[in-house]
């Protein structure tokens, strides 16, 4: 069992910057791959990016790419979302998720655990 708490949304201007937090609970998060998916209001869930167990290797939604990078700390059993020039339209609720798959799942359906979401919202 994996408990995700996400943190670090909040409400800037187009152009800024802000790092999303997801503080995993349990042993084994390091065997899991990590992605970050949002949701807009009226909109199904859509995925952002996601990253294997080891860190070694992400993959990125085309419109967030060159923009956002995740990464991990197994150690610290978190993993973030930076996220650079943001838009308007990256106005979302933002869902950390856990799978227990291996590879670089996309589909929220291939993740296993997800965390309650945080709001960032981006003002033009």
């Known amino acids: 069992q994996v408990q995700l708490v996400e943190s670090g949304g909040g409400l800037v201007q187009a152009g800024d910057s802000l790092r999303l937090s997801c503080a995993a609970s349990?042993?084994?998060?390091?065997?899991?791959?990590m992605g970050w998916f949002r949701q807009a209001p009226g909109k199904e869930r859509n995925f952002v990016a996601v990253?294997?167990?080891?860190?070694?290797?992400?993959s990125y939604a085309d419109s967030v790419k060159g923009r956002f990078t995740i990464s991990r700390d197994n150690a610290k059993n978190t993993v973030y979302l930076q996220m650079n020039s943001l838009k308007p339209e990256d106005t979302a609720v933002y869902y950390c998720a856990a799978s227990q798959r291996a590879s670089l799942v996309i589909s929220p359906g291939q993740f296993n655990y997800w965390g309650q979401g945080t709001q960032v919202t981006v003002s033009s």
């Open positions: 990253i294997r167990w080891s860190g070694s290797s992400a």
């Open positions: 349990g042993r084994t998060f390091s065997s899991y791959t």
